[in-house]
């Protein structure tokens, strides 16, 4: 257990540090509430609104076909780090992988969701 | 290239779901379709069946297993999914669902159930799972336009994250305490370096169990399968509930009885407790449902509770009676099912099987024989396979929960035969439904073959369940 040791010190640390500000911040700050103020996470947006307006499904369509490249990418690195190790074997593994992604690709593209009317 | 052999059908349904993927757009009408995919599940039986003797019994550096088990398993999974898609011909048109798509699914999701029978690393046997219930839940909502099939699809969703979720953690767990994610690797870190009592293991075996029992739908964990069999097209419910049961018993009996085998303590009070809950909870809430897919669904959460009786005894004679009950209830419902999808709109409330008797002899005689098979009545296979597990529990000691399997067994004959009094003592109401499709009527008679065959020799199937 003696290497778990760091950890908890490091716990601990942060939760000293973390209650410190929060104790140090409602005893000195001053304050004066305001209806803004008073709102969840106070960004500039109202927290709480119905829905207005469409949006449109084509942007989810873009964002899926974009994680299918950005699973594309993952799996491309490391495998170019250790191409020359990997050799024949790899490159036959990686084109599969490329042409499943592909088939899928290619469904999307047959169905015309790069389409934008 | 040899370890390829160990996954010939998987790559089989793969190709051909990815086929259909390719030209999706040309197909439009789902009996071609469900050809080429009853033959693609026959090419993967068979050349499952071809190579079985050939090249080893484990490959993929340990972490996929090619044997009797995993091809007993890999039987039933083609076979389910061959049936699943000649009953799914005339709801998809029906329904306007598109077929390619819908059929590429029920692939890749019979894919990953073979993976999953076939596992024999806990990362495979989650890759596996995993596969087999995102397929599972864009089609229980692949009926876009019925508002009752989303809802259904977002419950199964999130139930099945979780279960997911908790199904890693007890893997993470477990490769916490012992190092290896192998199930060989992991039982003799247990035995070598005497972790059995490891509380952190324990937890994890406890998680692991909890998220496979999710999969088989036993209570407390079967919150997700009534809602997802009604809002589902009849088709796939049929499929759930024959293959997802199937592939989540086949993880099961091999966690149990190979990785986490020192742990039988634990993991055997985890499964009388899902047994006993499954099989009271679920016949008794059975008994007051009028949808016909409801009352199928609480009745394979029921079913799950009887199979799980074969596994807890731990002995291969045990997982043998737990393989053939998987087997031999996928065929009954995949029947039940069928005349369900075969009267159409009709068959989905109890109110359409009154005086079936008078008006479609042959299906009321079908739904009979699977109601008897489904309740356990000899001279059908759904006795011999009760008889199995129940007898496998009293000789694992077990005789209190053999007796609530037989008084559950009782009460589930109320609400089976309620449907049979409703079809042969009743008046018929409404018009005579129209002759079954000839897809659902080859199902039909597949399933009805295996369920007499199955009753009048028992030891059918005895050869080739061969526990993991």
Sequence with gaps: MSEYIGIVVTFVLAGMLVGAFIVLASTLGPKKPSPVKSEPFECGEVPFALPRGHLSIKFYLTAILFILFDVELVFLYPWAVVYRRLGGVGLTEMVIFLGVLMVGFFYAWDNGALEWH | ?468
């Design chain 2, 1 to 468: 290239m040899t370890d390829l052999i160990l996954i010939v059908p998987e790559l089989v349904l793969v190709g051909a779901a990815l086929a259909l993927i390719l030209i999706a757009r040309h197909v439009e009408r789902a009996p071609s379709a469900a050809t080429w995919v009853v033959v693609a599940a026959v090419a993967a039986m068979g050349f499952g069946w071809a190579f079985s003797s050939e090249g080893s019994q484990i490959g993929f550096r340990g972490t996929i297993a090619g044997d009797g088990y995993a091809q007993f398993f890999k039987t039933l999974f083609a076979a389910t999914l061959a049936l699943a898609a000649l009953l799914s011909v005339r709801h998809l048109d029906a329904e306007r669902v598109p077929p390619a798509e819908y059929y590429a699914l029920l692939l890749l999701a019979s894919a990953g159930m073979m993976l999953a029978a076939s596992a024999a690393d806990l990362l495979i046997l989650y890759l596996g799972l995993e596969l087999m219930t995102l397929c599972s839940y864009v089609l229980v909502g692949i009926t876009r336009d019925r508002a009752i099939s989303n809802e259904a699809a977002v419950k199964y969703f999130l139930l099945g994250s979780f279960a997911s979720a908790l199904l890693l953690a007890g893997i993470s767990l477990a490769y916490g305490v012992t190092g290896a994610t192998g199930f060989a690797a992991i039982a003799s870190a247990v035995s070598d370096r005497s972790l059995g009592q490891h509380p952190v293991l324990l937890v994890g075996v406890a998680l692991v169990a909890v998220g496979l029992a999710f999969k088989i739908a036993a209570v407390p964990f079967h919150a997700w399968a009534p809602d997802a069999y009604q809002g589902a097209i009849a088709p796939v419910a049929a499929f759930l509930a024959a293959g997802s049961k199937a592939a989540g018993l086949a993880a099961l009996g091999r966690v149990c009885l190979v990785a986490f085998a020192p742990e039988q303590r634990v993991w055997s009070d985890i499964l009388v407790g899902l047994s006993a809950l499954s099989m009271a909870i679920g016949s008794l809430i059975a008994v007051s449902q009028t949808n016909m897919k409801r009352l199928l669904a609480y009745s394979s959460i029921a079913h799950a509770g009887y199979a799980l009786l074969g596994l807890i005894s731990g002995t291969p004679e045990g997982a043998a009676a737990t393989m053939t009950y998987a087997f031999i209830y996928a065929f009954m419902t995949l029947g039940a099912f069928g005349i369900v999808i075969g009267l159409g709109q009709r068959g989905e409330n109890l109110v359409g099987y009154h005086g079936l008797a008078r008006t479609a002899p042959w299906t009321a005689a079908l739904m009979f024989l699977f109601l008897l098979s489904l309740t356990g009545i000899p001279p059908t296979a759904g006795f011999a396979a009760k008889f199995g597990v129940i007898l496998s529990a009293v000789r694992a000691g077990y005789v209190v929960l053999a007796v609530l399997a037989v008084v559950c067994s009782v009460v589930s004959a109320f609400f089976y035969l309620r449907v049979a009094v409703l079809m042969y003592m009743t008046e018929p109401e409404g018009a005579a439904p129209g002759r079954l499709p000839a897809a659902v009527t080859t199902a039909l008679a597949v399933a009805a073959v295996v369920t007499i065959l199955g009753g009048i020799f028992p030891d059918t199937f005895a050869a080739w369940t061969v526990p993991p």
